[in-house]
């Protein structure tokens, strides 16, 4: 039985869309991992927004949207061709973590930092001067710090800012089919928002939360081939086909005979979806009617 949530504020069944599930990529966070790791960043969220009030001087505010485990290849293609990417270095870790946000939010924190207001926030899209990613390094390595104690036992290495990228493809922060923790955010600053995500990862968060470090191996289409083993299937035993003319199929009537053009010494087809597995002989087991398989080549009809 399913229960039916009848609140007149309940949302309606319809009103969420499915999301395919990519079967190359099997990575899924627990329901449980995800609320540990939700509480976690909405705590940095609260901290970053703090930390960014006070140091470009504009009411700040971040909220956490989502919380979902990637690989970094999917991660980085959802990302704008130019953007800020801020990597951090793992200690003891290959793979880097990223804080990621809009260039022009970017170049807005640095204008409110040296004393411009809101009317002279700049609206250019363009890489950062050498000056700006320092400023912008200063910014982040406070923020860094805030998620290092919100994330607490979670994190158990110290993540340090090691540079700035501007393009997602060349940043090469992780293998492309690496597990990544992403929290998604909006920032909002004064009269604007802007998204900006995180990503972790996952072999770095995972332990800490009794679960493994999901991981898209050699095995994964053995499992996935083992799985479709067991679905069950329509298995069909047929004469040949054969070709007729649309007139005859309309003026079909009681008593009419189609011939078939099928010998009787030629052994039936066996057919699942259509596509013909295996030829078999008409037999039976019981009072039952039955088939011998007596061949397993496959046809192209």
């Known amino acids: 039985m399913?229960?039916?949530?009848?609140?007149?504020d309940a949302p309606s069944p319809t009103a969420c869309e499915p999301v395919a599930y990519d079967f190359r990529r099997p990575t899924a966070l627990a329901r449980e991992?995800?609320?540990?790791?939700?509480?976690?960043?909405?705590?940095?969220?609260?901290?970053w927004g703090t930390q960014l009030t006070a140091k470009v001087r504009v009411r700040c505010?971040?909220?956490?949207?989502?919380?979902?485990?990637?690989?970094?290849?999917?991660?980085?293609?959802?990302?704008p061709a130019l953007t800020t990417m801020v990597l951090l270095e793992l200690p003891d870790e290959a793979p880097r973590a990223v804080i990621q946000f809009p260039v022009g939010a970017a170049l807005t924190w640095i204008g409110h930092m040296l004393g411009a207001t809101a009317e002279q926030a700049p609206d250019a899209e363009r890489e950062l001067t050498a000056l700006e990613q320092n400023l912008v390094r200063r910014l982040m390595s406070d923020a860094v710090e805030d998620l290092r104690y919100s994330l607490g036992d979670l994190l158990n290495v110290a993540p340090v800012v090691r540079s700035l990228r501007f393009n997602a493809q060349f940043?090469?922060?992780?293998?492309?089919?690496?597990?990544?923790?992403?929290?998604?955010?909006?920032?909002?600053?004064?009269?604007?928002?802007?998204?900006?995500?995180?990503a972790l990862p996952s072999a770095v968060l995972l332990p800490q939360l009794g679960g493994?470090?999901?991981?898209?191996?050699?095995?994964?289409?053995?499992?996935?081939?083992?799985?479709?083993?067991?679905?069950?299937?329509?298995?069909?035993?047929?004469?040949?086909?054969?070709?007729?003319?649309?007139?005859?199929?309309?003026?079909?009537?009681?008593?009419?005979?189609?011939?078939?053009?099928?010998?009787?010494?030629?052994?039936?087809?066996?057919?699942?979806?259509d596509r013909v597995l295996a030829t078999a002989a008409v037999g039976s087991t019981g009072s039952r009617l039955a088939c011998v398989i007596v061949t397993t080549e496959e046809s192209d009809r």
């Open 2 to 8: 399913t229960a039916v949530d009848t609140r007149a």
């Open 33 to 47: 991992q995800s609320r540990i790791l939700e509480l976690a960043f909405e705590t940095f969220a609260r901290q």
């Open 61 to 79: 505010r971040v909220e956490l949207d989502q919380v979902r485990l990637q690989t970094y290849d999917d991660y980085t293609a959802a990302l």
């Open 171 to 198: 940043a090469q922060a992780a293998g492309p089919n690496e597990p990544m923790v992403v929290a998604a955010f909006t920032v909002t600053f004064g009269d604007r928002s802007c998204p900006a995500t995180l």
């Open 212 to 273: 493994s470090v999901p991981s898209v191996g050699a095995d994964s289409g053995d499992l996935i081939a083992g799985a479709l083993e067991l679905v069950p299937l329509e298995v069909s035993v047929r004469l040949a086909p054969v070709p007729v003319r649309p007139a005859q199929i309309l003026d079909l009537a009681v008593g009419d005979l189609i011939s078939v053009s099928h010998p009787r010494t030629r052994p039936l087809d066996v057919a699942v979806d």
